[in-house]
């Protein structure tokens, strides 16, 4: 059932498809804002002109493919502006985009961006833990890449970053902009024989700590050079819708079976961790959620407060916020006032704490709840 504008956008969308084509004529298909998060591999125009050889004099499997070459430096930016352009145009007033490339030319990229209005918010750099040695020896070995994160714009407000979530799963550290991840290889890399099927098919840990950090399930994720499919991999994995672009057949034939083998992860493993935004008990009374005159109960009932027209507490004459005269009345240090005091509810008539109604409020004002509670009260509802 279709219950909101997100729903009705979702469902004109081609979901979890590969639309074959040029991405660019692609994405002209697409309605305008109606993408949660863009993540871009262009080719990189790497300029090769001769074969790449070990010291054995064996040929390195290079990026040499059709779909690399480029007339020259404005052919390549001519491209790029065009692709970026419907990239920004579809990207939802909320939407951000991820851009990987190299040396050869995340710098033009990303000066392109910025002429567009996209705001730049971190460039990370993939440190690859396993790189490919720079066999002539001719300079330094080349063992990043370079991501850039980037909103619609400078005015824009709110985006999707699940910084608690990925702040945990690094020991209770901040995620700093140096992620060292292998190179894909092994039984992730796609081969056809001995060969790859595609040159530069990046790993799944990699597009996974995007995901995870930068959208929610149910997102639409757009790869407008979707490749071997591995966005669409992690997309699925992870719960979200994908969308891919590609041109080449044999790559989408790849990705296709790829994806179809995926299974997704359980709904309980993919609740973001973040902070609920912060509400003041003044606003419950701002929001007729409770009424000044109206009595505050500890969970027993042993002691009621009056709620006061300013937000504060009265118990016989003892005045205080809810947690200074919670923690007096608990005889303890300190408290939390919000999981202290317990309400009769005018509205529905339960007995609730005044953190059910702070939850309340946040879905009132629009802000960003607290997901434990809401997983609790979706439990508590099926019982």
Not at 61 to 67: C, H, K, T
Not at 114 to 135: H, R, T
Not at 187 to 208: F, M, W, Y
Not at 219 to 243: E, N
Request: charged share 25%; with cysteine; hydrophobic share 40%.
């Amino acid at each position: 059932m279709i219950n909101t504008i997100t729903d009705v956008v979702t469902a004109a969308l081609p979901i979890n498809s590969i639309l074959q084509g040029d991405c660019v004529e692609c994405m002209k298909s697409l309605p305008d804002g109606s993408i949660d998060l863009v993540f871009a591999d262009p080719p990189y125009n790497m300029q090769l002109s001769d074969q790449l050889m070990r010291p054995d004099h064996s040929i390195v499997d290079a990026v040499d493919d059709e779909w690399d070459q480029f007339e020259s430096f404005e052919v390549y930016d001519a491209f790029t502006r065009s692709w970026l352009t419907q990239a920004r145009r579809v990207l939802k007033p909320t939407g951000a985009i991820w851009v990987i490339g190299t040396y050869h030319n995340i710098h033009r990229v990303g000066a392109i961006m910025q002429d567009l209005g996209f705001w730049l918010m971190n460039d990370v750099a993939w440190v690859k833990s396993n790189p490919m040695p720079q066999f002539r020896g001719v300079r330094f070995c080349n063992a990043h890449e370079t991501l850039i994160w980037a909103k619609r714009s400078r005015e824009q407000r709110s985006y999707k970053f699940n910084y608690q979530s990925i702040k945990a799963g690094n020991e209770d550290l901040q995620v700093r902009s140096d992620w060292n991840i292998p190179i894909c290889s092994g039984s992730e890399r796609l081969r056809n024989g001995p060969d790859k099927v595609h040159s530069t098919q990046k790993p799944e840990a990699l597009i996974s700590r995007i995901l995870v950090a930068c959208s929610d399930a149910g997102d639409v994720v757009l790869d407008p050079f979707f490749g071997s499919g591995t966005t669409g991999a992690v997309a699925r994995k992870l719960q979200r819708h994908y969308i891919g672009i590609e041109r080449e057949t044999h790559y989408i034939e790849a990705g296709t079976e790829r994806i179809s083998q995926v299974e997704p992860a359980p709904d309980e493993s993919l609740m973001p961790i973040n902070k609920p935004q912060r509400v003041s008990f003044n606003a419950l009374l701002d929001l007729d959620l409770i009424q000044p005159g109206q009595f505050l109960w500890l969970e027993d009932r042993s002691a009621k407060a009056l709620v006061r027209a300013d937000g504060a507490l009265n118990y016989n004459g003892m005045f205080g916020s809810i947690h200074r005269l919670g923690a007096e009345l608990l005889k303890k240090p300190s408290c939390n006032g919000w999981d202290t005091w317990f309400v009769d509810n005018h509205t529905t008539g339960e007995f609730v704490s005044i953190d059910d109604l702070r939850e309340d409020a946040r879905k009132l004002l629009g802000l960003r709840g607290n997901v434990f509670m809401a997983a609790k009260r979706k439990s508590k509802a099926k019982q």
